[in-house]
Every structure is written in C-alpha cells, then in structure tokens.
C-alpha cells in the first residue's frame, strides 16, 4: 500500500490473531451477560424456567421412584405419575391465573382477609368428620373425589395477609394493638396447625411468618420473645409423640431402637450408592419397598441413588438460584406490600427444601415436609406453583419488566411469521430466468 493512501486513512485488512483466532470471545460473553443480567424482564424468566426445570424433574422422579410399588399394589406403573401430571395441570391453570392478576388485587387489605379466612375456614375442616388423620397428623381433608391438606393452600394465604396487613400499618408496627393483630392472625394459622400436630407444616408457617415480620421491620425482642414460644410448643410435641421422641433420640445418639431409623438408614444407604453419576433414571434399588414415602418426603433420596452427586447438586443450584432471583426482586422493587410477601414466600419455600435435603441427608431428624414441587402430592404442588404465580405476577411489576415482556413477544411474533409470495409474483419471477 502506498504512503498517500495510508495518509488517507486506509485501512489494511484485519486477520484473525493466531493467539486469539475467534476474536475477544471473553469480551462478548460479558458484555451479552452484562445486559442479560440488567435485563428488567429477567426476574419473570428466571422464576419461570426455574420452577419448569423443578416441576419437570419432581415428575419425572415420581415416575421412577413409584413405579414398582405401584406394580406390587396392583395398579398401572403410571398410576402416581398420571396423578401427578394432572395435579401439574390444574398447578399450571392457576399459576398463569395468579401470574395475571394485578399486583393491586393482592394488596387489597380486603381480599387479603377473605383469603386467609377461607384457609383457615378450610383448615378446621380437618376437624370435622371430613379430616382424616395420617402418622398421628390429622391435616388432610376429603370432600367426595378431593382430598388434599389445606394447610398448604393456607401458607399462601397467610403470606400475602401479612404482606398487605404489615405493609398498611408499617409506620405502626411498634404499636402494641397493630402488632397484636398480626400476630393473631399467624396465631389463628398456627394454632389450627398445632392442634392437628403436624409439627413439620407448623415449623414451616412458623419460619414463613417469621421472614414476613423480619422484612416488614417487627422490633426484634419480639422475635426471642416469639422464638422462644415456638421452641416451648416444639419440645411439647416432641414429648408428647413417642414416634417424635424416638426419631429425636436417634438422631442425637445415633442409636436405633427396631427400625425407629428404618427410613432414614435406607434414605442415606439410597445416597451412597448413586456415587458421583448414578445408577440410571428407574435403576434404583432403594425404592423397591426399602425407603418409605420414596415419592414423597424421601424422593430427594432417590434423585442422588439414581443421578448421583451431579443430581442432588442440581436440585440445590435450583433452589439457590431462586433464592437469588427473589432476593434481587425485593431489592428491585420498592413497594413494602411486595417485599414482605415475597419474604415470606421465599422463606416457606427454601426453608421447606432446606429441610427436607437435611432430613434426608441426615443433619436433621426425619420431619413430614415435601420437596417443593419435586415430592408427590397434589396440594403441596398446586399451592407451590400457585405461590410462583404470584411471584411471577410481582416480577412483571418491576420497572420496564411489562415493556420488556410486550417487546419480547412481539419480536418472537415477527420472528415466526413466514409470508408467502403471491403466485403472480412466482410466475414472473420463473419467466425472467427462462
């Protein structure tokens, strides 16, 4: 090339570096995360795949770990799975109804109340002679083909009451007759709980509740005071459950009397043989009538025996990941209203999957508490996706998340839409080539 033309700014053409071929790789990565992560839509998304990806897998190991009983009962090796799958259904219905209701409906102090009288209403009705009993629990109800546990449905009704009862009276909260009403309120909740003894579910109101007023900004001499409370009627049902007491005194001791350590011996015999890959979607061998509840309570057990190490570990990145999004949508969004009940969403949720990973991992002692949206069972799924809907109904509140949705799908619109040439068109296109 010539001087005159460098002087005129030509440039020579640009080769691809042999250090670094495909160009500043790392540079586009971080630059599309960057805008990904500021993206005002990715709190909607995130909860959206997330809950997909746990919904997804909580089937899939339903099929497999309940596939042999089903056989030895008798029933079809789908039975449970088809179950489940229509629970899925009905959880969807809701959950795109939930995520479609203005965030203004939840805030109504009114509806709020309706909603937690109705689970409260449903909640005594355990008591009537439409409750059944099930462990020495009796938190189920049965109403002609229905049966479900009304007191998941009421963990969701408990946490927005909270959030539009806190949020209201916020600059009120260290007066004595405001706070009195809010804790009547979770007191009402907890105390149908209690008296059916289903200490796993109460532990879980009991912490909702807790990240609730924590949030809301409660003085905290009301949380030891609470705390301490909560510890009393957990030692009492303890003491007055000789299957609680046992389950306690074997994992303090690590020593079983019978087969008081049955299931949680087979739970973590389930988790040693998986090893770091598994032994294979439906190779368990624990579900063969070792490990009871294994679609329930102890599913988590069969997810590490069959996926190893990497499937427990995805099950906990999951629920970390939520943990992550919720958290960065309170910090988002500024309404109080939003950020109580999304605190107190939050804290059912993970503290029930915290739970359940310890029970059967051994660091706690066995407790009756599902897997969020992976264990069996119609209530605690449906009131788990219904609670995501709500979440999800939160996200598209965030500041530019409508546009950007709005934006989203009407690209995905264009994007698929294919217009034909008109057939004159062809024709005279085909006759200037000939």
């Known amino acids: ?216 900004g409660v003085p905290k001499r009301w949380f030891l005071i609470a705390g301490s409370g909560a510890a009393a009627i957990v030692i009492g049902l303890v003491l007055a459950s000789p299957n609680r007491m046992a389950r306690a005194l074997n994992w303090l001791h690590g020593e079983c009397a019978g087969d008081s350590c049955y299931q949680a011996d087979n739970g973590l015999m389930a988790l040693a043989t998986g090893g770091w890959w598994g032994v294979g979607i439906g190779q368990s061998r624990q579900k063969w009538g070792r490990v009871p509840e294994a679609d329930n309570d102890f599913i988590f057990s069969i997810i590490g025996e069959e996926l190893g190490l990497f499937g427990t570990l995805l099950i906990v990145v999951l629920f970390t990941l939520l943990a992550l999004v919720l958290y960065r949508m309170m910090v988002r969004l500024r309404d109080p209203f939003v950020q109580i009940t999304i605190a107190g969403i939050t804290s059912w949720i993970l503290a029930q999957a915290f739970v359940n990973m310890a029970v059967v991992t051994g660091l706690l002692p066995v407790l009756g508490v599902p897997l969020p949206f992976v264990s069996a069972g119609g209530s605690a799924l449906i009131a788990s996706m219904l609670a995501l809907g709500v979440l999800l109904a939160f996200a598209k509140s965030e500041p530019g998340a409508a546009e950007a949705l709005r934006a989203h799908a009407n690209y995905s619109k264009k994007s698929a839409t294919v217009v034909a040439k008109p057939a004159s068109e062809t024709r005279a296109t085909k006759g200037s080539r000939s």
Do not use: C
Request: no cysteine; charged share 15%; hydrophobic share 50%.
């Open 1 to 216: 090339m010539s001087e005159r033309a460098r002087q005129r700014g030509a440039r020579t053409p640009q080769r691809p570096s042999e250090q670094n071929p495909l160009g500043d790789v790392g540079g586009e990565v971080k630059s599309t995360l960057g805008r990904w992560l500021q993206s005002p839509a990715l709190d909607f998304y995130a909860i959206a795949v997330i809950g997909g990806i746990l919904i997804t897998v909580g089937l899939v190991m339903v099929l497999s770990s309940s596939s042999v009983t089903n056989i030895a009962k008798g029933n079809s090796p789908y039975a449970s799975f088809m179950t489940q799958g229509a629970f899925a259904v009905i959880g969807l219905v809701l959950l795109i109804a939930a995520a479609l209701t203005p965030v203004r409906w939840y805030k109504n102090i009114g509806v709020a109340t309706l909603l937690l009288v109705l689970g409260l209403f449903l909640q005594a009705l355990v008591f009537t002679p439409l409750g059944l009993g099930k462990g020495g629990n009796r938190n189920w109800i049965h109403i002609g083909p229905i049966r479900g546990q009304p007191s998941e449905f009421l963990k969701l009704a408990l946490a927005v009451w909270l959030g539009a009862f806190l949020s209201k009276n916020r600059d009120r909260l260290r007066e004595l007759p405001v706070l009195a009403t809010a804790i009547a309120g979770t007191s009402a909740a907890l105390g149908l709980i209690i008296l059916g003894r289903d200490l796993g579910t109460m532990m879980m109101v009991g912490i909702l509740a807790a990240g609730a007023f924590w949030v809301a």
